[in-house]
T-cell receptor, first 109, second 114 residues
Framework: KNEVEQSPQNLTAQEGEFITINCSYS?????LHWLQQHPGGGIVSLFM???GKKKHGRLIATINIQEKHSSLHITASHPRDSAVYIC???????????FGEGTQLTVNP | EAQVTQNPRYLITVTGKKLTVTCSQN?????MSWYRQDPGLGLRQIYY???????DKGDVPEGYKVSRKEKRNFPLILESPSPNQTSLYFC?????????????FGDGTRLSIL
């Protein structure tokens, strides 16, 4: 079973700061998901990536398959970015996901 | 609108009283799954289904049942709920039969078992 670790667990930033959230996993995978959970509880999929980098607005996700590591970056952070960010990796069979515990991000104005 | 719909959103009930949480998706997705989320433990998979009539256990299946009689519906059944099943539950779906595509989540169901 894949072990997924996220860091940091909690992160507080000032508006405008550059944010980095890290995700490491123990077993090689072919893709990784980044999810965002809003304060109200809803979960949305941000990225699924298997190599390199993906960008959507101010969010950038990178993955290094050899080092079993992914990062989620937020540029010019804003209070509306405050949420829990969760990474998830598929089991080798591709039938199940294992989740990190999440990173609670708070961006203060 | 493409969505995953869970009902109810909130439920307070008592130990032993059978309950069903419904999940329906309108995107013709192959894969559906149920997760529970608990503080300090993150999201954990309960059951999943890669196709109609095909279901399999996740990490924490004890005390739960599911069925997939139609492609769009994937209800979660608690035959005899207990307080340790108090949690936030999410249903999710994806187009692929595997979890290699974007996951679409319902809004969540907060269950309290007294």
């Amino acid at each position: 079973k894949n072990e997924v670790e996220q860091s940091p667990q909690n992160l507080t930033a000032q508006e405008g700061e550059f944010i980095t959230i890290n995700c490491s996993y123990s077993v090689g995978i072919s893709a990784l998901h980044w999810l965002q959970q809003h304060p109200g509880g809803g979960i949305v999929s941000l990225f699924m990536l298997s190599s390199g980098k993906k960008k959507h607005g101010r969010l950038i996700a990178t993955i290094n398959i050899q080092e079993k590591h992914s990062s989620l970056h937020i540029t010019a952070s804003h209070p509306r970015d405050s949420a829990v960010y969760i990474c998830a990796v598929p089991e080798t069979s591709g039938s199940r996901l294992t989740f990190g515990e999440g990173t609670q991000l708070t961006v203060n104005p | 609108e493409a969505q995953v719909t869970q009902n109810p959103r909130y439920l307070i009930t008592v130990t032993g009283k059978k309950l069903t949480v419904t999940c329906s998706q309108n995107m013709n997705h192959e894969y559906m799954s149920w997760y529970r989320q608990d503080p300090g433990l993150g999201l954990r998979q309960i059951y999943y289904s890669m196709n109609v009539e095909v279901t399999d256990k996740g990490d924490v299946p004890e005390g739960y049942k599911v069925s997939r009689k139609e492609k769009r519906n994937f209800p979660l059944i608690l035959e005899s709920p207990s307080p340790n099943q108090t949690s936030l539950y999410f249903c999710a779906s994806s187009l692929s039969r595997r979890v290699m595509g974007p996951q679409h989540f319902g809004d969540g169901t907060r269950l309290s078992i007294l």
